[in-house]
T-cell receptor, first 119, second 114 residues
């Protein structure tokens, strides 16, 4: 089956520093990847859609200068949280559009997530 | 009004019973509907996918879709303690192929007690 990895799985950083999270599709190519954020006891909120070779599309309310997304290849997308603050502490999950399901719809495969804690 | 709405629960059922999870959505143009299971601290995993009106069965799971009522449900038969998790309903709000932007409901916490 399609596998998506994320690195690191857990990161603790000081306020004001930047953190980079990598999302890789291991056994398939993903033209489109998605970045989500999940706060405790809340659902997944889509932050941005990342398309290989083009600029990411950010959801309303997400600061594109703070959350930098780069999708440089068909197997790698990165999310950089710049000048992180404690309120950025969250569970960040990426997903990738995988093979087509019946009816022509893509299944999204999720990475294992990255737990970010900003002190 | 939330775009995708679920009863947050918790829903508690005894082992062996049927668990019924419900989801409503606001966009009539929605094309495809997904049920994900998420264990605490883990990322979601796909349980069921449906895009046509009616029922779709896969093992102990049955998804039901009623586009006229903008309603999708998930039934879990013979519930097991290992089914205890948060179940997320996700809707492709924009239709089409390949551009699979999903909007998630807030999730229903299911607890199956022995």
């Amino acid at each position: 089956g399609a596998v998506v990895s994320q690195h690191p799985s857990r990161v603790i950083c000081k306020s004001g520093t930047s953190v980079k999270i990598e999302c890789r599709s291991l056994d398939f190519q993903a033209t489109t990847m998605f970045w989500y954020r999940q706060f405790p006891k809340q659902s997944l909120m889509l932050m941005a859609t990342s398309n290989e070779g083009s600029k990411a599309t950010y959801e309303q309310g997400v600061e594109k200068d703070k959350f930098l997304i780069n999708h440089a290849s068909l197997t790698l997308s990165t999310l950089t949280v710049t000048s992180a603050h404690p309120e950025d502490s969250s569970f960040y999950i990426c997903s990738a559009d995988g093979p087509l399901l019946a009816g022509g719809y893509n299944e999204q495969f999720f990475g294992p997530g990255t737990r970010l804690t900003v002190l | 009004q939330k775009e995708v709405e679920q009863n947050s629960g918790p829903l508690s059922v005894p082992e062996g019973a049927i668990a019924s999870l419900n989801c409503t959505y606001s966009d009539r143009g929605s094309q495809s509907f997904f049920w994900y299971r998420q264990y605490s601290g883990k990322s979601p995993e796909l349980i069921m996918f449906i895009y046509s009106n009616g029922d779709k069965e896969d093992g102990r799971f049955t998804a039901q879709l009623n586009k006229a009522s903008q309603y999708v449900s998930l039934l879990i038969r013979d519930s097991q303690p290992s089914d205890s998790a948060t179940y997320l309903c996700a809707v492709n709000m924009y239709g089409g192929t390949s551009y699979g932007k999903l909007t998630f409901g807030q999730g229903t916490i299911l607890t199956v007690h022995p």
